[in-house]
């Protein structure tokens, strides 16, 4: 039995985060869901994410600064961070992508497209196991 991978997702907007956690769990994820960032690096302990989703702008702390956090941590060093934004400035791409984010999705964004990038991103990291 292949376990399924899990992806975490992080959006202060909840219909954004339950669009894309129902799309990751309809595409074969487990998925962990969080509405801001306070508590993203100790809640992650048993199992680490096999990839990230992360909304740029969020209250408090923004996703840019988030992502800066997950790379010095041990667990998220190497996890494929997926920013995600509305924005439409490519200076605010180019910085998350400066601080380490893997690649960026442009909302609006479909079910479908999700799971694509999260597979295209986990499938050397999974060994194969993870099948279209």
Do not use: N
């Not at 096999?50 to 702390?61: S, T």
């Not at 667990?75 to 997926?82: C, T």
């Not at 995600?84 to 609006?108: F, I, Q, W």
Request: negative net charge; aromatic residues 6%.
């Amino acid at each position: 039995m292949t376990s399924r991978p899990l992806a975490l997702v992080i959006d202060d907007d909840t219909l954004m985060l339950e669009f894309v956690a129902g799309a990751l769990i309809d595409g074969g994820f487990d998925v962990q869901t969080a509405e801001g960032a306070q508590s993203l690096l100790t809640d992650v302990q048993d199992r680490k994410p096999a990839i990230v989703f992360l909304d740029v702008r969020m209250p408090g702390e923004t996703g840019i600064e988030v992502l800066r956090r997950l790379r010095v941590s041990d667990w998220g060093r190497e996890v494929p961070v997926v920013i995600m934004t509305g924005e439409r400035r490519l200076d605010r791409v180019v910085e998350a992508m400066s601080a380490g984010a893997t690649t960026y999705m442009m909302k609006p964004f479909t079910a479908v497209q999700i799971v694509m990038r999260a597979r295209e991103l986990i499938q050397p990291r999974e060994s194969g196991s993870f099948h279209y």
